[in-house]
Nanobody
Framework: EVQLVESGGGSVQAGGSLGLSCAAS????????MAWYRQAPGNECELVAT???????YYADSVKGRFTFSQDNAKKMANLRMNNLQAEDTAVYYC????????????????????WGQGTQVTVSS
């Protein structure tokens, strides 16, 4: 059974930090592009960060310099460290395992291909 289980969401004041973790099982973790997406109420699904199978990491401009993506293939974990959080970072965050053939750019999270977690809420108060 394929599973992606996120943990680490919660509430924090602006300027604070949170770390999200994604534990994967049931599929070839090392053969997937791992990604973090988020969706805030009224907004479309947004790609936050992703790492390709060859180790290239991409960050959305809105989080560059504040968020750090890390991955442990041996433990099948993908993590997102979020520093200097702002109110606009408030959203449900989703971990996704996508095929190397392409990322998801649909309007709704979770997407309709690849594997997705259930989502974890991050709330930042100003």
């Amino acid at each position: 059974e394929v599973q992606l289980v996120e943990s680490g969401g919660g509430s924090v004041q602006a300027g604070g930090s949170l770390g999200l973790s994604c534990a994967a099982s049931g599929f070839a973790f090392g053969d997937s592009d791992m990604a973090w997406y988020r969706q805030a109420p009224g907004n479309e699904c947004e790609l936050v960060a992703t790492r390709s199978t060859d180790g290239v990491t991409y960050y959305a401009d809105s989080v560059k310099g504040r968020f750090t993506f890390s991955q442990d293939n041996a433990k099948k974990m993908a993590n997102l460290r979020m520093n200097n959080l702002q109110a606009e970072d408030t959203a449900v965050y989703y971990c996704a395992a996508l095929p190397p053939t392409g990322l998801y750019f649909g309007s709704v999270c979770p997407g309709d291909f690849g594997h997705w977690g259930q989502g974890t809420q991050v709330t930042v108060s100003s």
